[in-house]
């Protein structure tokens, strides 16, 4: 437990791990979160932009819109106007002049009203005549010449209009005058003048609202005449100066200009409209601030969230690591400040006894305000005020969370305040109480500074997550009991109560991490109990187990010193591992183990049990415990092969044999690929025919660049393991087809034997091997290797039949050796048997090899087989193989292997000659007795 307490700088020394990566990993947070902030910001800042950009842009179209066709309808109307006005006043003065140029008698009184009532827009038509002594003058202030509209060369017009003016209506009266002047045959001359009103009103134009807004003005020589507006005409008036936007079109045929004018500024609809877009503006601005304030309290949430996940993974990792409780607090406490923002917090665990609450972990974020807190003097009795009612002590009696909102805390908290100033600004504090099942009361304290800001977002979420938290820790506490229990079962033998295989080779891997030079020599040994398979079957498994545990118990005395290290590492296997001073040391303590499996058999069971062992030496043999475990079972394994009851130390040829082993293992499935395996050819001869029958493939390695490995080297390892085996297996058969072909080519008819591993040839792919590889055995003959291992499994016999059906020989390899080779032939039905080279080399000498020569030759009679002699190297073997009735042999008499090409150059040379007469002698008439038997 710490005695004081730093700001967060000092607790980086004793921070664990796992806070520390939540720390580097809340600072990548952070920095993403302010990328988030400042990506939201910018989001945001860009919308505005975008939003008050489109918005000014739509009112400035719809401005621009509205002015367009505002001056579009103004156009029209002015047009309208002046083409409706120029069109009445040419229409109706060509009507006057149709009237002037009437003979006198046709234009009566009649005539003119009935003119005046035809014309609604023609008021106060009226005419008169005169001689041409004088010419009256035109009274009209814009005359029009009207000459163009003579259509006789008789008469001549002129006319105009005369100033117009507005009447109360709203009518525009236009005067109307057209002169016509006439010479008689008789050379008189004659004049008539006829005028009228015109009346232009609002039925020459549209007076629609869009017009409503709009001034025409009848300008004749920039003096107004007459203004039109709101549907009506009146007379000129002053112009508003918000008006100023016009345009012009001249009347034609007459001196007048039609202006109009309009009201540059929006039309109240349109204004309506633009202060809807303005309030939709600000509306839409609100909406998105509202948007980026949720989004940045949303990815605030998030990032939070995020740092409590992290905060839980740490604690678990915390937990994990945590040496002891004290550990695991102050952890939590560095992660509440460090890996999750929180100013403060700490851990009180109470003390009944001396009825306080010490704080044993503080860390916060002010510097001094941790030591403040590592200071307090908590208290469990309610009637210490202040200390006894704060919030530790209220969780500790409560057993609930509480908080500042619970009642007759402020007054308290001023109190505390007063005698630790610095406690000032602690408002916002929880307090929770540690519960386990295992405990009625609380067993620690934990309280929580955080800011008010983080409560009032995150409130019962925040609360949630620490509690979270705090029940992790809870079921921690008690796990760790329960694992503690657990890893303690794992590691020991349930048994004999000593340390399994697993927590052995933990604790020697302790040991041997710890070493001193001082004490430089270790043994590790291995110890398996001989034949055990037959205490467990001649006794009940009661009493085999009791005797494993007298012998755990008797190996226990054998111990010198009690930091050696026994344990069971198997059913029957134990494991040790002691000090030595020397070699001899080792030897004494091997015999008092003897002595001891000897002694616990004995008194347990009554009977003898003998075990073997394996040594292996640190430094020497090896620098891990797995390296000396394995050489250690290499020791133990020729202990064994030797008989058992004994033991041996890794090295000398030990240590060759596992080295050879090691260096086949890894290397021949390499060598298979590359070729490396070549296979020799060995013939065999019928010496009655004075023939070759066969050859035999004998592998052989032969590295690039390197002398050739005999079998003796590599064959026996390649033997102890299925896989190689099989590997061996099927280059055999692809060699063997190869083989054949070539036989075939050049017109031998040589029966081609391989070596097939018993492992293979039981394994269930053996026959998918030879389907793939090999499926017609015509001329093909399989050597069955290790028969005792296929004597007695009922499996051999169909694979047998089923080789048979397809073509190929069967043959037992080394007959006569094992003690199933007798069986193998009464059982198995084998063409071939091959005679072992052990019994042709002692035939001459030892009479119980010659019995088995001879009963080999009569067994090979009887059951049909072909006996072949192995290893003939010899005319006297030869000459007393053919005196047996032996006729196949194989050896050296007839060749070593071969290559492959040097059989086929050398194989007319290698019958051996027969030098002297043969009498065969004895067997037949024992194959006489078997005939008549059976006849």
Same mark, same amino acid.
């Given at each position: 437990?710490?005695?004081?307490?730093?700001?967060?700088?000092?607790?980086?020394?004793?921070?664990?791990?796992?806070?520390?990566?939540?720390?580097?990993?809340?600072?990548?947070?952070?920095?993403?979160?302010?990328?988030?902030?400042?990506? $939201?910001?910018?989001?945001?800042?860009?919308?505005?932009?975008?939003?008050?950009?489109?918005?000014?842009?739509?009112?400035?179209?719809?401005?621009?819109?509205?002015?367009?066709?505002?001056?579009?309808?103004?156009?029209?109307?002015?047009?309208?106007?002046?083409?409706?006005?120029?069109?009445?006043?040419?229409?109706?003065?060509?009507?006057?002049?149709?009237?002037?140029?009437?003979?006198?008698?046709?234009?009566?009184?009649?005539?003119?009203?009935?003119?005046?009532?035809?014309?609604?827009?023609?008021?106060? #038509?009226?005419?008169?005549?005169?001689?041409?002594?004088?010419?009256?003058?035109?009274? #009209?202030?814009?005359?029009?010449?009207?000459?163009?509209?003579?259509?006789?060369? #008789?008469?001549?017009?002129?006319?105009?209009?005369?100033?117009?003016?507005?009447?109360?209506?709203?009518?525009?009266?236009?005067?109307?005058?057209?002169?016509?002047?006439? #010479?008689? &045959?008789?050379?008189?001359?004659?004049?008539?003048?006829?005028?009228?009103?015109?009346?232009?009103?609002?039925?020459?134009?549209?007076?629609?609202?869009?017009?409503?807004?709009?001034?025409?003005?009848?300008?004749?020589?920039?003096?107004?005449?007459?203004?039109?507006?709101?549907?009506?005409?009146?007379?000129?008036?002053?112009?508003?100066?918000?008006?100023?936007?016009?345009?012009?079109?001249?009347?034609?045929?007459?001196?007048?200009?039609?202006?109009?004018?309009?009201?540059?500024?929006?039309?109240?609809?349109?204004?309506?409209?633009?202060?809807?877009?303005?309030?939709?503006?600000?509306?839409?601005?609100?909406?998105?601030?509202?948007?980026?304030?949720?989004?940045?309290?949303?990815?605030?949430?998030?990032?939070?969230?995020?740092?409590?996940?992290?905060?839980?993974?740490?604690?678990?990792?915390?937990?994990?690591?945590?040496?002891?409780?004290?550990?695991?607090?102050?952890?939590?406490?560095?992660?509440?400040?460090?890996?999750?923002?929180?100013?403060?917090?700490?851990?009180?665990?109470?003390?009944?006894?001396?009825?306080?609450?010490?704080?044993?972990?503080?860390?916060?974020?002010?510097?001094?305000?941790?030591?403040?807190?590592?200071?307090?003097?908590?208290?469990?009795?309610?009637?210490?005020?202040?200390?006894?009612?704060?919030?530790?002590?209220?969780?500790?009696?409560?057993?609930?969370?509480?908080?500042?909102?619970?009642?007759?805390?402020?007054?308290?908290?001023?109190?505390?305040?007063?005698?630790?100033?610095?406690?000032?600004?602690?408002?916002?504090?929880?307090?929770?109480?540690?519960?386990?099942?295992?405990?009625?009361? &609380?067993?620690?304290?934990?309280?929580?500074?955080?800011?008010?800001?983080?409560?009032?977002?995150?409130?019962?979420?925040?609360?949630?997550?620490?509690?979270?938290?705090?029940?992790?820790?809870?079921?921690?506490?008690?796990?760790?009991?329960?694992?503690?229990?657990?890893?303690?079962?794992?590691?020991?033998?349930?048994?004999?109560?000593?340390?399994?295989?697993?927590? /052995?080779?933990?604790?020697?891997?302790?040991?041997?991490?710890?070493?001193?030079?001082?004490?430089?020599?270790?043994?590790?040994?291995?110890?398996?109990?001989?034949?055990?398979?037959?205490?467990?079957?001649?006794?009940?498994?009661?009493?085999?187990?009791?005797?494993?545990?007298?012998?755990?118990?008797?190996?226990?005395?054998?111990?010198?010193?009690?930091?050696?290290?026994?344990?069971?590492?198997?059913?029957?296997?134990?494991?040790?591992?002691?000090?030595?001073?020397?070699?001899?040391?080792?030897?004494?303590?091997?015999?008092? $183990?003897?002595?001891?499996?000897?002694?616990?058999?004995?008194?347990?069971?009554?009977?003898?049990?003998?075990?073997?062992?394996?040594?292996?030496?640190?430094?020497?043999?090896?620098?891990?415990?797995?390296?000396?475990?394995?050489?250690?079972?290499?020791?133990?394994?020729?202990?064994?092969?030797?008989?058992?009851?004994?033991?041996?130390?890794?090295?000398?040829?030990?240590?060759?044999?596992?080295?050879?082993?090691?260096?086949?293992?890894?290397?021949?499935?390499?060598?298979?690929?590359?070729?490396?395996?070549?296979?020799?050819?060995?013939?065999?001869?019928?010496?009655?025919?004075?023939?070759?029958?066969?050859?035999?493939?004998?592998?052989?390695?032969?590295?690039?660049?390197?002398?050739?490995?005999?079998?003796?080297? /590599?064959?026996?390892?390649?033997?102890?393991?299925?896989?190689?085996?099989?590997?061996?297996?099927?280059?055999?058969?692809?060699?063997?087809?190869?083989?054949?072909?070539?036989?075939?080519?050049?017109?031998?008819?040589?029966?081609?034997?391989?070596?097939?591993?018993?492992?293979?040839?039981?394994? &269930?792919?053996?026959?998918?091997?030879?389907?793939?590889?090999?499926?017609?055995?015509?001329?093909?003959?399989?050597?069955?290797?290790?028969?005792?291992?296929?004597?007695?499994?009922?499996?051999?016999?169909?694979?047998?039949?089923?080789?048979?059906?397809?073509?190929?020989?069967?043959?037992?390899?080394?007959?006569?050796?094992?003690?199933?080779?007798?069986?193998?032939?009464?059982?198995?039905?084998?063409?071939?048997?091959?005679?072992?080279?052990?019994?042709?080399?002692?035939?001459?000498?030892?009479?119980?090899? /010659?019995?088995?020569?001879?009963?080999?030759?009569?067994?090979?009679?009887?059951?049909?087989?072909?006996?072949?002699?192995?290893?003939?190297?010899?005319?006297?073997?030869?000459?007393?193989?053919?005196?047996?009735?032996?006729?196949?042999?194989?050896?050296?008499?007839?060749?070593?292997?071969?290559?492959?090409?040097?059989?086929?150059?050398?194989?007319?040379?290698?019958?051996?000659?027969?030098?002297?007469?043969?009498?065969?002698?004895?067997?037949?008439?024992?194959?006489?007795?078997?005939?008549?038997?059976?006849?």
């Amino acid at each position: 437990m710490m005695t004081s307490s730093q700001g967060l700088a000092d607790e980086d020394s004793v921070m664990p791990e796992p806070l520390k990566k939540l720390i580097l990993m809340s600072q990548r947070i952070r920095k993403r979160q302010r990328i988030f902030i400042l990506s $939201i910001l910018l989001v945001f800042l860009s919308l505005v932009g975008l939003t008050i950009f489109s918005i000014g842009s739509w009112q400035q179209h719809l401005l621009d819109r509205s002015r367009l066709r505002t001056q579009e309808a103004a156009t029209r109307l002015a047009e309208s106007f002046s083409s409706n006005l120029s069109a009445m006043i040419q229409m109706h003065m060509r009507d006057l002049q149709f009237m002037t140029s009437l003979p006198t008698g046709e234009l009566s009184p009649d005539l003119l009203r009935r003119f005046n009532n035809m014309h609604p827009w023609l008021a106060g #038509v009226s005419c008169r005549s005169g001689d041409g002594s004088h010419k009256p003058p035109l009274a #009209v202030d814009y005359p029009q010449d009207f000459n163009r509209l003579l259509s006789d060369g #008789v008469n001549a017009w002129k006319g105009g209009v005369d100033r117009p003016f507005v009447d109360r209506k709203g009518l525009l009266h236009i005067p109307l005058r057209i002169f016509a002047f006439s #010479v008689q &045959p008789s050379g008189k001359g004659f004049y008539r003048t006829c005028q009228a009103d015109l009346f232009f009103g609002n039925q020459h134009a549209s007076a629609s609202p869009e017009h409503a807004h709009m001034l025409l003005l009848l300008d004749g020589r920039h003096h107004v005449l007459a203004q039109w507006m709101n549907g009506h005409w009146q007379q000129a008036e002053d112009i508003p100066a918000a008006w100023t936007a016009h345009l012009e079109i001249p009347v034609r045929d007459t001196p007048w200009t039609m202006q109009v004018r309009w009201n540059s500024q929006p039309l109240p609809d349109l204004q309506h409209l633009l202060d809807r877009l303005d309030i939709w503006t600000v509306l839409l601005l609100a909406t998105e601030s509202g948007l980026a304030l949720a989004a940045l309290i949303w990815m605030y949430r998030r990032f939070v969230e995020s740092r409590y996940q992290r905060a839980h993974q740490a604690l678990h990792e915390m937990v994990d690591e945590a040496h002891d409780i004290n550990e695991m607090y102050m952890g939590l406490v560095q992660l509440s400040v460090l890996g999750t923002g929180a100013l403060a917090a700490y851990v009180a665990v109470p003390d009944e006894k001396q009825g306080t609450l010490p704080v044993i972990a503080a860390s916060a974020r002010k510097p001094g305000l941790a030591e403040i807190l590592w200071q307090l003097p908590l208290s469990l009795d309610p009637e210490n005020l202040p200390w006894g009612q704060l919030l530790p002590s209220l969780a500790y009696r409560l057993q609930c969370r509480v908080s500042p909102r619970t009642p007759h805390i402020s007054g308290m908290m001023t109190k505390a305040i007063a005698a630790y100033p610095q406690l000032r600004g602690f408002r916002e504090v929880i307090a929770w109480p540690v519960m386990t099942e295992s405990a009625p009361i &609380p067993v620690a304290i934990f309280v929580l500074e955080i800011t008010r800001l983080t409560r009032w977002l995150f409130g019962r979420n925040l609360i949630a997550h620490w509690e979270s938290l705090l029940h992790d820790l809870e079921r921690y506490q008690e796990k760790m009991q329960a694992l503690r229990d657990k890893e303690h079962l794992l590691q020991t033998d349930v048994l004999t109560g000593l340390p399994n295989r697993s927590h /052995f080779t933990t604790l020697v891997s302790n040991s041997l991490n710890t070493a001193s030079e001082a004490q430089p020599l270790f043994g590790l040994a291995l110890l398996d109990m001989d034949m055990f398979n037959e205490v467990n079957t001649s006794f009940s498994s009661l009493e085999a187990d009791q005797c494993l545990q007298e012998i755990a118990c008797q190996l226990q005395g054998v111990l010198p010193q009690s930091d050696d290290i026994l344990a069971r590492v198997g059913g029957d296997e134990f494991g040790l591992f002691i000090k030595l001073n020397d070699t001899d040391h080792a030897i004494s303590i091997s015999e008092g $183990i003897l002595k001891a499996v000897q002694n616990a058999a004995r008194k347990v069971l009554d009977s003898t049990l003998s075990t073997s062992i394996g040594w292996a030496m640190f430094p020497a043999d090896g620098q891990d415990v797995y390296t000396l475990m394995a050489q250690a079972d290499e020791a133990l394994a020729e202990a064994k092969r030797q008989g058992g009851n004994a033991f041996k130390f890794f090295g000398g040829e030990v240590a060759r044999r596992a080295k050879q082993r090691l260096w086949v293992r890894r290397d021949f499935p390499g060598a298979l690929q590359k070729g490396d395996i070549r296979f020799f050819l060995q013939p065999k001869a019928d010496m009655l025919e004075g023939c070759l029958t066969g050859v035999e493939m004998l592998a052989r390695w032969c590295p690039a660049h390197a002398h050739w490995i005999g079998p003796g080297k /590599f064959m026996p390892y390649v033997e102890e393991n299925a896989h190689l085996v099989r590997l061996l297996g099927r280059w055999a058969l692809e060699e063997a087809a190869r083989l054949r072909a070539r036989m075939q080519s050049e017109g031998l008819e040589l029966q081609v034997s391989l070596n097939i591993g018993a492992k293979h040839f039981l394994d &269930p792919a053996f026959m998918q091997d030879i389907e793939q590889l090999c499926p017609d055995g015509n001329g093909l003959t399989l050597e069955i290797t290790e028969t005792a291992s296929v004597t007695g499994r009922k499996s051999a016999r169909p694979v047998m039949e089923w080789c048979q059906i397809r073509g190929f020989k069967l043959s037992m390899d080394d007959f006569g050796t094992g003690y199933s080779s007798l069986l193998s032939v009464a059982r198995l039905r084998f063409n071939e048997l091959k005679l072992d080279q052990s019994f042709i080399r002692a035939f001459r000498e030892d009479i119980a090899s /010659f019995g088995v020569a001879g009963a080999s030759h009569l067994l090979s009679e009887l059951t049909d087989c072909d006996l072949v002699a192995e290893g003939v190297a010899t005319p006297d073997e030869l000459y007393l193989w053919l005196k047996l009735g032996g006729r196949y042999i194989q050896g050296y008499l007839l060749s070593p292997p071969l290559p492959e090409n040097a059989f086929f150059t050398w194989r007319a040379c290698l019958i051996p000659p027969v030098l002297r007469s043969v009498r065969t002698v004895g067997l037949q008439d024992m194959a006489s007795l078997w005939q008549e038997i059976h006849s």
